[in-house]
């Protein structure tokens, strides 16, 4: 078990290393400005694909081999085309992109829904080697696309970044479209509605609760847009990268909960081996996390800015904001991942929703005030909110004392090795 945590972990870092390089190179050479406008664009494409996936998302996996590819096939790619472009057209009613961002919003939103549900289809047919495979080849495409409009056509506006993900995007969708050809045609004619709605039956929780959680983590980069018009993208930049920075500390918690989800998935929801498997990796977790955030805590400020530009001064500030709630974030993420493997993703939902609320009431407050620290500050404050709901979920649910979760750390890596 502790062999596939540190395989996870492994592949997972490396492509967090690349995205890593890639926000570097994009704070570098395209200003806090830049990182502004390329922060905000990308929240606006994943929240296109957020609402794409109520449909041609992870409950296609499940209804794949109990409907069949290809009935599933043509509704799921009408959806995909549909809100790739109606749906960027409709929030450009108040972004008021110009002719060219506006194109490069929906070309975005449109690679990106294909390339998705392309994926979510090789994994339905137990293709998950090629999935894998191409998502490393589409990061390996845009770093790669992103160095060579940088150091070799000299440009270093966020174009390049919108450039680059488009081919990435469209090579994915490319080459998962070839694996999948002889799976999918010749299309079975099927009641598009009524697929859609048995597809929405299935989904409709888990993508809403993804959505709720997406509008948690970002909906201050909305926040900060609309109360600094004027110097907004610059405070976006800055405050979008040192996010990035901070929230890589998260790839343990994912790598870790990947393997601990396919665990419990496949046994008994009552399980006390579940339950103690699941403490344990949370502690494992929130003890790997912090000793990682106090690596990033401490680095210069000097560094930061070698690295990131003269822009990002501020940067390391944001981030120290941040460590809390980012090391308390990467325990309670064991426990929503323990309720997803036993079927109860609602409470997650919960979770980020009360979250949303405290992070919109704390952004409305801070952020005018205190400007990007507000909006670390109003982070901070959702994360400890969605943490505290969860801890007390599953204290309610597993009869864990406080006692357990927090003080009891015998034998932490000992016992996550085995379940």
């Known amino acids: 078990m502790f062999k596939k945590i540190i395989q996870t972990i492994f592949s997972k870092g490396i492509v967090s290393i690349l995205n890593f390089i890639i926000v570097m190179l994009t704070a570098k050479y395209t200003g806090a400005v830049g990182r502004g406008e390329i922060s905000l664009m990308y929240l606006n494409i994943t929240l296109v694909l957020m609402v794409n996936d109520l449909i041609g998302g992870s409950a296609l996996v ?83 696309a992103l160095c060579f409009f940088i150091f070799s056509l000299h440009q270093n506006s966020s174009t390049v970044y919108f450039a680059s993900l488009l081919i990435g995007f469209s090579v994915n969708f490319l080459l998962s479209f070839i694996i999948l050809f002889p799976h999918l045609f010749p299309i079975e004619k099927t009641p598009v509605f009524n697929t859609m709605k048995e597809i929405l039956s299935y989904g409709f929780i888990v993508q809403a609760g993804n959505l709720i959680q997406l509008l948690n983590y970002r909906i201050s980069y909305y926040l900060i847009d609309v109360f600094y018009p004027e110097k907004g993208k610059f405070m976006l930049g800055v405050f979008s990268t040192g996010s990035s920075v901070a929230e890589s500390a998260w790839v343990i918690m994912n790598g870790i909960s990947m393997v601990q989800y396919a665990a419990i998935s496949n046994n008994d929801p009552t399980d006390k081996k579940s339950i103690s498997f699941s403490l344990q990796l949370a ?116 009869n864990c004392t406080l006692n357990e979760q927090f003080f009891d750390f015998k034998n932490v890596f000992t016992k996550s090795i085995h379940f």
């Open 62 to 144: 499940y209804l794949i081999p109990k409907i069949g590819v290809k009935k599933i096939v043509l509704p799921a790619f009408i959806v995909a085309v549909c809100s790739g472009i109606l749906l960027p057209l409709l929030l450009n009613t108040y972004h008021q992109y110009s002719t060219q961002q506006l194109l490069w919003f929906v070309s975005l939103s449109l690679t990106l829904n294909l390339s998705s549900i392309a994926n979510v289809f090789l994994n339905g047919l137990n293709k998950i080697k090629f999935t894998n495979l191409f998502s490393v080849i589409q990061t390996v495409l845009i770093f790669l």
């Open 283 to 398: 502690k494992l977790s929130l003890i790997l996390t912090a000793f990682f955030m106090l690596i990033i805590i401490f680095i210069p400020n000097s560094l930061f800015i070698y690295f990131f530009g003269k822009d990002f001064t501020e940067m390391q500030e944001v981030i120290k904001i941040l460590s809390p709630g980012i090391i308390i974030m990467g325990f309670t993420g064991i426990y929503s991942h323990y309720f997803a493997g036993i079927g109860l993703m609602k409470v997650s939902t919960y979770a980020s929703l009360t979250a949303l609320f405290v992070s919109v009431l704390a952004g409305i407050i801070l952020i005018p005030i205190l400007g990007l620290y507000g909006a670390a500050f109003s982070m901070v404050l959702s994360y400890f909110t969605s943490s505290i709901y969860l801890i007390l979920k599953f204290r309610a649910k597993t």
